[in-house]
């Protein structure tokens, strides 16, 4: 499936108008309306950032998939 992803702002009429598409005339697509929380954003990119540091820790690339799947697994029944 290709996917086209655009931002736009509702206008005074609350309306969008969504022009200039890739696609053919004719071309049936399915549209999806997503709310941006702006105020998420920078959230977002710190959350990011966290995780590539953590990636980049020597000790994170001798973990193996398992450990991983059991670390996951002993929380969530510590949390039931």
Not at 30 to 39: F, G, L
Not at 53 to 65: D, M, V
């Amino acid at each position: 499936m290709t996917s086209y992803k655009t931002y736009l702002t509702v206008d005074e009429s609350n309306q969008i108008i969504v022009s200039n598409l890739p696609f053919k005339p004719g071309q049936k697509v399915e549209v999806r309306i997503e709310v941006v929380d702006e105020n998420k954003q920078p959230l977002v990119k710190e959350l990011q950032n966290l995780f590539k540091e953590i990636q980049a820790l020597p000790s994170s690339k001798n973990i193996t998939e398992e450990e991983i799947v059991a670390e996951i697994e002993a929380y969530r029944q510590q949390n039931q």
